[in-house]
């Protein structure tokens, strides 16, 4: 094991939502990497999470990736962006061009840098019209950024298992603990480091809705996830403006 300290930087995704313990915190798929990557370093192990849900690429970059440097991990994991192609503030150019720069930055201490194509989400949401092209640049962006700087390639997008409904949360935005579960054996994978078989094994999917349930949990999904999204887009809110990294500072992984 060449890694013995690990930082992950981000949003929602990295933060574990919506992936619970039992004291309803999060989890996800960078706690359950840093447990594997402890169980085969041993103790002197150390673990960093500054994901924070809703934050945007500028906001990530600002606050998070200073802090990771500081840190002078061994592995880093950068994911960001998501939260921004569903701005119409969106600025594809200018966030391809710091994307190159943040990665530069990570990569010249020497860490190994986990990147990531994210999965297909709009698959489930309206707007896919709008949204796709966008994450389709993102993603290419991200792949073309990993291959110059030699960072590690997780390609979320290419594994159709995530247009599976049972690796999503009923927010449809988030992954569930079954996705979050693949996640980690991709990076794991990725890393060249055994996993639980478990974590990749695909949930059967869904039995067909008939089309009258289907339109009743539409309008239940929107009343419960779209309509407190569009309000915090109107007043400027994000759902993590009270929420502080979960592990601010490397530190031994407990089970």
Request: with cysteine.
């Amino acid at each position: 094991m060449r890694w013995r300290s690990f930082v992950a930087v981000g949003d929602s995704f990295t933060e574990g939502m919506d992936d619970a313990y039992p004291d309803g915190t999060y989890r996800g798929w960078a706690d359950l990497v840093a447990t594997r990557l402890a169980a085969e370093a041993g103790p002197d192990f150390r673990y960093a999470n500054l994901a924070i849900r809703g934050r945007l690429f500028p906001n990530v970059v600002a606050e998070q990736v200073p802090a990771a440097l500081a840190m002078k991990p061994d592995l880093i994991s950068f994911a960001a962006g998501g939260n921004d192609v569903l701005r119409r503030t969106f600025d594809p150019d200018a966030l391809v061009a710091r994307f190159d720069d943040v990665v530069r930055d990570l990569r010249s201490g020497g860490a190994d840098v986990v990147l990531f194509r994210f999965a297909d989400v709009m698959a489930r949401l309206p707007g896919q019209r709008l949204v796709a092209p966008r994450v389709q640049l993102l993603n290419r962006a991200v792949g073309e950024t990993a291959e110059r700087h030699g960072a590690i390639l997780v390609d979320l997008y290419a594994d159709d298992t995530y247009l599976n409904p049972m690796l999503w949360s009923t927010d449809r935005l988030h992954l569930s603990a079954a996705g979050h579960r693949r996640v980690a054996g991709q990076v794991l994978t990725a890393l060249g480091v055994g996993c639980d078989e478990e974590w990749l094994m695909v949930p059967p999917h869904p039995a067909p809705t008939p089309w009258l349930a289907a339109r009743a949990a539409d309008l239940r999904w929107a009343g419960q996830h779209l309509a407190p999204w569009i309000k915090r887009r109107l007043t400027g809110r994000s759902s993590g403006d009270t929420v502080t990294a979960k592990r601010p500072a490397l530190g031994p992984v407990t089970d």
